[in-house]
């Protein structure tokens, strides 16, 4: 395995980690769409950029569903 492989596994790895999380607090929420801007990184690092788009648009989902938890 590169690399960029690497970088890959551990980014989508996070991602499901910190969705499963989730629950337990905002902060873990906020740690998912950190996850998810790294695997958007990951797809245009990577050429598949149809990835990297899907994966900024959930940077956004999760960042917005953050925010609304922290004004509760």
Known sequence: MDGLTIFGLLSV???????ALEPRGPHYVLAFSAACALSAAYG?????????FVETVWTA?????WRKRQTR
């Open 13 to 19: 790895s996070a991602m499901l980690l910190f969705y």
């Open 44 to 52: 245009f690092l990577q050429g598949a950029w149809p990835f990297g």
């Open 61 to 65: 989902v999760a960042l917005r569903r």
